[in-house]
């Protein structure tokens, strides 16, 4: 890795955001990590407080994409455009994050990241490009 | 609209993450919405609190493209998949979705939808198909 | 237009694939194009020859939402990434692409692409990332 | 599988459009497949025939996706949308790409598709979303 395991923490919970989500780093090797986003009542999506909204689970795709292409470039990165698919309803549960760096380029980075929840069910999978210039 | 203007709102703050991101209903007409997302610090992305989170516009654009297809369906729809392009970064401002319905079939809907800050420039686009069923 | 029409014909020619689609430009401004793609049995996509391989919607797209963008660029420039959304078949019948710029930046270029037959009903359409560096 | 081997082939060169890529079948088991793109002249992108054309690797991932799903739904079925990363240019050179599903739902299905070469190297990622009803 380009930063340490600390240094990749610190930056994690160093954002407003991210303090609001929860966010905490489980795991990270070069071109991997994994994030747990523990569940708040504050995540629900609809009426019945019965599943977790589209948007957190894509701001946990955002988060984790670029934090995998961090442990490579070791800096913070932004974001140039972000594809989710939602396959299963989240409910009130923690979910997990793993990100995968499929392109680590001079300009552009592409990561891959899949939303697990604990029972291991995938619950959404994303891709986003970020830029590493 | 198959729905009335006091029912989308009403839907609209229904949502316990929709209420964090203090969305409110500032226009509705059949196959469109205008929302308006009222800065907040906990929407900040980095530790010198310099721009919006991309998790947090991508939220704005997947409530606003689901929101522009209620208009037409008439009830809560999930969403299936949600892509987002970033334009510019967004500052401590309050920021303006506008979404129109592509497409709304019986099974599946798309929706388009971008992001405006007060001066008017395009902070970000994306769009989002939703399931119609 | 930061090339002449002629010349932006010239290099929409000059692709071995372009060739086998028989792209002609139709109308070219700053961001700006307009592609017609005629007709061809290669096209088809079933077993019973009803309607247009989605492979050639999606190349249609590239084509036209780097054209758009070489307008203003004017020179030939690479995809990033692309995405397409089918909305209704395409027959045996000559296609339009309009594209027009939604960002060009000094390294990426963003387009917006639709897809229409001649009826002018919307067949597909389609957002494209480019780099213009 | 859902489908025989043979038949998976026979609906594979059923499509003109498949014919005029050469697509033939390398491998396939339940929820995967492996095809072959042999190279042509005519898949070329640019004046200086350096590259093939992303129209043509867009093609590639749309019908390996596809095809992933139907060795589970048992028949054709139509894209709804398409997403793909260029990664690094395909030379003249045979492609191969190899899909997975990632759903297969009663109404809809997601694969995911990686195109190699034959050095192994990774050309393009691309995600699609299916019809399965």
Redesign the interface.
């Known amino acids: 890795m380009n930063i340490s395991f600390q240094k990749l923490e610190e930056?994690l919970v160093?954002?407003?955001?991210?303090?609001?989500?929860g966010l905490s780093l489980e795991n990270a090797e070069d071109g991997y990590v994994k994030l747990k986003l523990p569940f708040k009542?504050?995540?629900?999506?609809?009426?019945h407080?019965s599943y977790v909204?589209?948007?957190?689970l894509?701001?946990?795709i955002?988060?984790a994409g670029d934090f995998a292409l961090i442990t490579m470039v070791g800096k913070?990165i932004?974001?140039?455009?972000?594809?989710?698919?939602?396959?299963r309803?989240a409910r009130k549960e923690d979910l997990y994050a793993e990100a995968k760096v499929?392109?680590c380029g001079r300009?552009?980075g592409?990561s891959?990241v899949v939303i697990l929840n604990q029972a291991g069910k995938?619950i959404a999978?994303g891709?986003g490009?970020y830029?590493t210039?």
């Not at 160093?14 to 989500?21: D, E, G, I, R, V």
């Not at 932004?78 to 396959?87: A, Q």
């Open positions: 930056l160093s954002s407003k955001y991210h303090q609001f989500l009542e504050e995540f629900l999506a609809d009426e407080d909204h589209g948007g957190i894509s701001s946990l955002d988060v913070a932004p974001t140039i455009d972000l594809r989710i698919d939602f396959l309803p499929v392109k300009s552009l592409i891959d995938e999978v891709r490009v830029s210039a």
